[in-house]
């Protein structure tokens, strides 16, 4: 299958409907990867969504981006996050990769991910404490990442380090997945986003060429804040808002079909259960829109463009969780059955706001941006 940037939605609504969403269960049920679905993508063109037509991608940016990972997320989260991940580690690799590795990360071939978070930064991921060093013609990395999406399935991680030799926080590398040194601590059990193979990787005495470094030395910051964290806070987003409309979906339906046998009402009939499903309406269109204007603050280079970066994944992980909350309370005991469905986005939705940076991270910021203070300073 082929696709173009005028019929991708189409062609990604019969990926979901044919593959991501039959496979959803199984993902999440057996903790199992999303091999399947992201094969469909693959085969469909999506996986080089925002990588440049050069490079044989769409070149959709952050506005096709971030729908795709919104509806792929209406049926599986965890294929959603595994899609974030590739994509931001993919834009990365568009800037400063190779022709081939370009390409490949465009066609599929080459699944892409992050490996930023650490034990001993925690969410303060723009300060790595993982270490390079030159052995001879050759560069030895060491560190304790922490929750890598796609750990043991990636091609190559997109690798955060303190700087070799110049000044500066960090410095940015392309590390082989299958680099001799490499220890993935999975497989991954999680409460939520089962299939996103999310597990610690150590890194000991890894060797990679100079040519594995991407952007300049001592400017990794610069990538993380330039590049990544625009695209991250929209994607994560993107997929929070499409829990949300899932969720909301199938608790509007449970209200309206489930009946009372003594009066044959449905549940949907009570005033409160259809004013719980307005404020999960609300919450759900609130954060869309601050994520839509997000998307054209990026566009236009606004001046408020990271304020509304900072904000839009901080009101949709919040709201992501309210919404879930509330669709719990709405199907009651029924809510705790896998049928029901609403249950898998329950536990899904949790994961935004503990996603780095975090949401207490992310109102630091806002803070700070709000009474006009240096972000990091």
């Known amino acids: 299958m082929t696709t173009n940037t005028d019929n991708y939605q189409y062609i990604l609504d019969r990926v979901c409907?044919?593959?991501i969403a039959p496979q959803a269960d199984v993902v999440d049920r057996g903790g199992v990867f999303p091999e399947a679905s992201l094969a469909a993508l693959k085969d469909a063109?999506?996986?080089?969504?925002?990588?440049?037509?050069?490079?044989?991608?769409?070149?959709?940016?952050?506005r096709g981006a971030a729908d795709i990972v919104r509806r792929?997320?209406?049926?599986?989260?965890?294929?959603?996050?595994?899609?974030?991940?590739?994509?931001?580690?993919?834009?990365?690799?568009?800037?400063?990769?190779?022709?081939?590795?370009r390409r490949a990360a465009a066609l599929g071939e080459h699944l892409s991910t992050l490996a930023f978070s650490e034990a001993g930064s925690r969410s303060h991921f723009w300060a790595p404490t993982s270490t390079a060093r030159r052995d001879g013609?050759?560069?030895?990395?060491?560190?304790?990442?922490?929750?890598?999406?796609?750990?043991?399935?990636?091609?190559?991680y997109v690798w955060?380090?303190?700087?070799?030799?110049?000044?500066?926080?960090?410095?940015?590398?392309?590390?082989?997945?299958?680099?001799?040194?490499?220890?993935?601590?999975?497989?991954?059990?999680?409460?939520?986003?089962?299939?996103?193979?999310?597990?610690?990787?150590?890194?000991?005495?890894?060797?990679v060429p100079d040519s594995a470094m991407?952007?300049?030395?001592?400017?990794?910051?610069?990538?993380?804040?330039?590049?990544?964290?625009?695209?991250?806070?929209?994607?994560?987003?993107?997929?929070?808002?499409?829990?949300?409309?899932?969720?909301?979906?199938?608790?509007?339906?449970?209200?309206?079909?489930?009946?009372?046998?003594?009066?044959?009402?449905?549940?949907?009939?009570?005033?409160?259960?259809r004013a719980y499903i307005a404020r999960m309406r609300?919450?759900?269109?609130?954060?869309r829109m601050l994520l839509d204007d997000t998307v054209v603050a990026l566009e236009t280079s606004r001046g408020d463009a990271m304020l509304r970066v900072l904000e839009c994944k901080a009101a949709a992980g919040e709201a992501a969780t309210e919404v879930l909350d509330l669709a719990m309370r709405v199907c009651g005991g029924a809510a705790f059955r896998k049928d029901v469905g609403v249950e898998r986005y329950f536990r899904d939705s949790r994961a935004a706001g503990v996603m780095a940076p975090t949401t207490d991270v992310l109102y630091d910021f806002i803070?700070?941006?709000?009474?006009?203070?240096?972000?990091?300073?």
């Open 282 to 287: 609300i919450k759900m269109d609130m954060a």
């Open 45 to 62: 063109g999506l996986m080089g969504a925002v990588s440049s037509p050069e490079s044989g991608g769409l070149g959709l940016s952050f």
């Open 72 to 101: 792929v997320a209406e049926d599986c989260g965890s294929t959603a996050m595994v899609l974030c991940m590739h994509y931001c580690g993919a834009t990365v690799l568009e800037a400063h990769a190779d022709n081939v590795v």
């Open 367 to 377: 803070g700070k941006e709000v009474c006009g203070m240096e972000l990091f300073g």
């Open 17 to 19: 409907l044919g593959t």
């Open 160 to 207: 955060s380090s303190k700087p070799l030799q110049a000044e500066g926080l960090s410095t940015i590398w392309l590390v082989p997945a299958g680099a001799g040194g490499i220890v993935v601590q999975g497989p991954f059990s999680g409460l939520g986003l089962r299939g996103n193979d999310s597990s610690p990787v150590d890194a000991s005495g890894v060797r």
């Open 137 to 156: 013609t050759e560069i030895l990395l060491d560190a304790n990442k922490t929750w890598v999406t796609s750990a043991s399935k990636a091609t190559a």
């Open 214 to 273: 991407l952007g300049a030395d001592g400017k990794g910051f610069d990538v993380m804040m330039g590049i990544v964290l625009p695209l991250f806070n929209v994607l994560n987003a993107a997929c929070s808002v499409g829990l949300m409309e899932a969720a909301v979906r199938r608790t509007a339906g449970h209200a309206a079909t489930l009946r009372y046998a003594y009066s044959n009402s449905a549940l949907a009939d009570l005033p409160t259960i």
